[in-house]
């Protein structure tokens, strides 16, 4: 009795099952075609309820940011652009401190060099108002990168005092060069004007401006945190050890983590500078850097609405601290931030998240 021969299909399929097994399982994921409409796809999924949610959320603070300039007074309109520079600072720190884990305690350092390469590049060289923000951040990006390469092979306590060592030392130094700087003077320089074709007032006008950098601002930031490069930075952050171990290059990205975050402060420095048409040395001294680092965490650290808590925080609680008395700023400030820290450990946003999900929904 002759036997069968074996083709090659039957061959293979007998010597290797798993290819016979992911060649039907390849067939199977293939498209249907037929004469009359061609290859079949399959229908696109909606996005999920919650991430319109969110998109709805954005876009109705969006809409009232855009609304809130015509109904108030300049003196609040002026509040709530610098609520709009802290919040753009903030996210800088955010990215550091929230997402790579890594302390920072002199982050308005680079909140002050952004100020003062916008000021001495206005004074000194008449450069355009809009030039200078991209000079000032990327100034502040290289600077960050230099002393992120040496500070960032440090880790805890030991990282903290460098960082506090660059916030301290910063002072003197632009007091030193008078000739660059104005020295303990400072400088003093014009507001940018509104366009005609805009009819805004100067502050509606700025406002404006400080929305448009913080928007952008955050959307960088939202999608740097969604690539590869957020991934590698929430490893960091998780375990070090293990991050490593899977092929994250700590140096790499915590240096990177670094210099992003002090562009950040470095663009918001320059608006401060356009806002406030005055920059001085003792206007970003240490208490700055623990300021901002205090709002972070009253914010709320690792989330995008963090750093908005957070600038509302820094802006408004010394400003109504100080309407009570004027030693009460300080002593405000203080026990809110423990006050919070007791009440909520993850921050405002935090708060708001677990408040927001205990609310009931409709099935």
Known sequence: ???????????????????????????????????ESGPATAPVASPPLASRRRWAVAAALLAAACYAPFQLVPFHVFQLTMVLIYAVALLGLNLLVGHAGQISLGHG????????????LLDRWAMPYPLTLPVAAGVAFLIGLALGV?????????????????????????????????????????????PAWTGLAEDQWLYFVALAVAVVSFAVAASLLRSRVGRALHAIRDNESAAEVMGVRLSFYKTLAFAWGAMFAGAAGCVYTWVIGFVSPDSFTVNLSITLLAGLVVGGLGSLSGPVLGGLFVMFVPSISQDIN?????????????????????GLAGLAGRLIKKIPRKE
């Open 150 to 194: 040496p500070a960032m092979r440090l880790r805890g306590l030991y990282l903290a005092l460098v960082t506090l060592a660059i916030a301290i030392f910063l002072v003197p130094l632009l007091k030193r060069f008078e000739e660059v700087t104005g020295g303990s003077m400072g400088l003093t320089l014009p507001k940018p004007a509104p």
């Open 109 to 120: 350092a680079f909140f002050a060099i952004g100020a003062y390469a916008s000021a001495v």
């Open 326 to 346: 004027d030693a009460a700023p300080g002593v405000i400030f203080g026990l809110l931030i423990i006050a919070v820290m007791y009440v909520a450990p993850t």
């Open 1 to 35: 009795m002759s036997r069968r021969p074996e083709t090659n299909a039957e061959t293979n399929a007998g010597k290797n099952p798993e290819t016979n097994t992911e060649s039907a399982s390849q067939a199977e994921r293939a498209p249907e075609t037929t004469p």
